[in-house]
């Protein structure tokens, strides 16, 4: 995709230059909620990893908030803790309450402009003991601490994401087990789905009841699932139509849902209809891409098996291909689907000796450009991450920060891809390809 022939690309005046963070994977400390219990019990974590003190950013985020500012970062994406806020139900935390202010207040004062996110990926042990996702209580509950956050922090942040990656709960939760509360059963997904649709739609409202000029949208994984090579025209077509189904059922559902498209399709899992008209913006999570192929006998894998296709670049951990065209045909796919402002709320890879980041970054951005010469509305883009951090089952072993962080001293060093970002946030344009040279490390 790089060219050095290429000139100097220039995004909007206003785009927002940023990276992404979560509670549970930065903060520290958190003792409170289903996942810090997950982690203690044995196997459940690579090497018998631990969140432990995770970044320490309960006690020193505003450390890294310089790191931001010196990097020339305009926008951060965070998560707020549930668990801290309201650690028993109906018991609000006004010390934690205090500190968050502290931090959103420390990140505006620096100039980076917070999205916050409500809830990404852990829940309190009270609301997990009390059935968690697959309790209809959950939506009041949710709503309720949505409202209080609005009260609470509505002065400090004007855009706000309600669930992160709710089809990753749904997937990793409740079909592969892989998350709390790991469970195997694929019967489970549509009533853990509608109570994630139900609650995302409450908070929307509980959110704008309050600040009516709040933003709220969401931060949908998009896995883009291809093909592989097949053997016949039939293997292919059935390729073709496994892949499409799973690829709806991932990918699209949920925006379908909140944006009131297709509602005769997603009438299946029911009522949820309230739900319609309930996103300002998408957040798009671009990751990776999944060659498939339609296997009958993997039905807890949707009849889908993954395929390695020779030649493709691959992050550390096999965590995936390095596909940076998939970023323009997400962009495009979302834009045409539902024409709402579009940020690209996580985008990254581990790379522990950061010999794949500049290049990563650099040809994910031209193709974040191209959607944009395109006619996308696309208002900014958050590399995930600022730092390594807890990689949930992965624990410390993916690294996925611009600055590394040793968790056991916590000294962080900057990778070279943290200057090449910086250079990109600082000028608001992609130069010419010449510059990977001078951050790459292995051109
Ligand atoms: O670390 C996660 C994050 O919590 C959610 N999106 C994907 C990231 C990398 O796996």
Redesign the pocket.
């Known amino acids: 995709m790089v060219t050095s022939a290429m000139a100097e690309r220039r995004f909007p005046s206003d785009f927002r230059w940023g990276t ?1 963070t ?1 509670s549970h ?1 930065v903060e520290g400390g958190n003792v409170r909620n289903d996942w810090w219990l997950f982690e203690q019990q044995p196997g459940r974590i690579k090497g018998g990893d631990r969140s432990g003190l995770a970044c320490d950013w309960w006690r020193n985020a505003e450390a890294d908030f310089d790191r931001m500012a010196a990097l020339h970062q305009n926008a951060h994406r965070l998560s707020l803790e549930w668990s801290r806020l309201e650690p028993e139900e109906g018991r609000w935390d006004d010390a934690a309450v205090a500190r968050y202010r502290q931090m959103l207040h420390g990140l505006r004062s620096r100039a980076i402009e917070p999205v916050v996110t409500l809830q ?2 852990t829940l309190p042990r009270w609301a997990a003991a009390g059935g968690g996702w697959e309790s209809p209580r959950i939506v009041g509950w949710f709503a309720g601490y949505a409202r209080r956050c609005a009260e609470c922090f509505g002065d400090l942040a004007e855009a706000w994401v309600p669930i ?2 709710p089809n ?1 709960v749904v997937t990793l939760g409740y079909i592969m087990g892989r998350f709390p509360p790991a469970a195997h059963n694929i019967l489970r997904a549509p009533r853990v789905t509608r109570h994630l649709l139900r609650a995302h739609a409450a908070a929307y409202r509980a959110i704008h009841a309050v600040g009516p000029r709040a933003r709220v949208g969401t931060a949908h ?1 998009i896995r883009i699932l291809d093909p592989g090579p097949a053997p016949s025209r039939l293997a292919a077509a059935l390729d073709r139509r496994a892949a499409d189904a799973n690829s709806w059922a991932f990918n699209w559902v949920w925006l379908d849902v909140l944006s009131g498209r297709a509602a005769h399709r997603v009438r299946r899992i029911g009522q949820v209809e309230e739900c319609a008209g309930t996103v300002d913006f998408i957040g798009v ?1 671009y ?1 990776t891409r999944e060659h498939v192929r339609f296997d009958p006998w993997r039905p807890q894998g949707g009849f889908l098996r993954s395929l390695r296709v020779p030649g493709e670049a691959r992050s550390d951990g096999d ?1 995936g291909e390095v596909y940076p065209e998939g970023l323009r045909r997400v962009l495009l796919d979302v834009w045409q689907r539902y024409r709402r402002p579009i940020y690209v709320t ?1 985008n ?1 890879l ?1 790379d522990a000796d950061d010999d794949l980041r500049p290049r990563f970054l650099y040809d994910h951005l031209a193709a974040l450009h191209a959607a944009l010469e395109a006619g996308v509305e696309v208002r900014g883009y958050y590399h ?2 600022l730092i390594d ?1 807890f ?2 089952t ?1 624990g410390w072993a ?1 690294k ?1 920060g611009l600055i590394a962080v040793d968790p056991a001293t916590q000294r962080r060093t900057e990778r070279p891809s943290a200057r090449l970002y910086a250079e990109i946030c600082r000028s608001g344009a992609l130069p010419g390809a010449d510059v990977l040279r001078e951050f790459a490390q292995r051109p």
Do not use: I, K, M, R
């Open positions: 992404a979560s994977q990404h990926f992160n990656e990753v994984n999570n990751y965590y996580e990254g581990p995930w991450s951090n990689e949930w992965d993916l996925f």
